[in-house]
C-alpha cells in the first residue's frame, strides 16, 4: 500500500483543521491505519489509530476529546479532524498503515508527511 497525505497547514489556536490521507495499491479494509505526529527535537508520538475493521479507534493521551480520526472506504481514505488546536500540536503529521490486527502501534507502511502549524 502507498500513503500520501493532504491538507496540513496554518490555523489558529483554538481553530480546527483536517488531514487526509489517501491510500493506493491496496484497500485501507485490509490494514489498520494510524496518525502519528513528530515536532522538531521530539520522538514521533502516536496520535489515533483506528483498527482494520474500522469498528475500534483509540487515540493518545495527548489529544482525546480533541482529534477524530475516520476513514471512507468508498475513497479509500483516511482523516483526521482536529479541534480546540493547541501550539504543541504543530507537527508533521503521518499517516501509517500495518495489518496487525487489534489496537496496533507499531506500523509498516508510511506517508511522507504533511506540516501542520498552530499559531498562538
Known amino acids: 500500500v502507498q500513503l500520501a497525505e493532504a491538507g496540513g497547514g496554518v490555523v489558529q489556536a483554538g481553530g480546527s483543521l483536517s488531514v487526509s490521507c489517501v491510500a493506493s495499491?491496496?484497500?485501507?479494509?485490509?490494514?489498520?491505519t494510524g496518525w502519528f505526529r513528530q515536532a522538531p527535537g521530539k520522538e514521533r508520538e502516536f496520535v489515533a489509530g483506528i483498527s482494520r475493521s474500522g469498528i475500534s479507534t483509540y487515540y493518545g493521551d495527548s489529544v482525546k476529546g480533541r482529534f477524530t480520526i475516520s476513514r471512507d472506504l468508498t475513497k479509500n481514505t483516511m482523516l483526521l479532524q482536529m479541534n480546540s488546536l493547541k501550539s504543541e500540536d504543530t507537527a508533521v503529521y503521518y499517516c501509517?498503515?500495518?495489518?496487525?490486527?487489534?489496537?496496533?502501534?507499531?506500523?509498516?507502511?508510511w506517508g511522507q508527511g504533511t506540516q501542520v502549524t498552530v499559531s498562538s
Open positions: 495499491r491496496g484497500s485501507l479494509s485490509w490494514y489498520a
Open positions: 501509517a498503515a500495518t495489518t496487525r490486527i487489534g489496537q496496533p502501534r507499531e506500523f509498516d507502511y
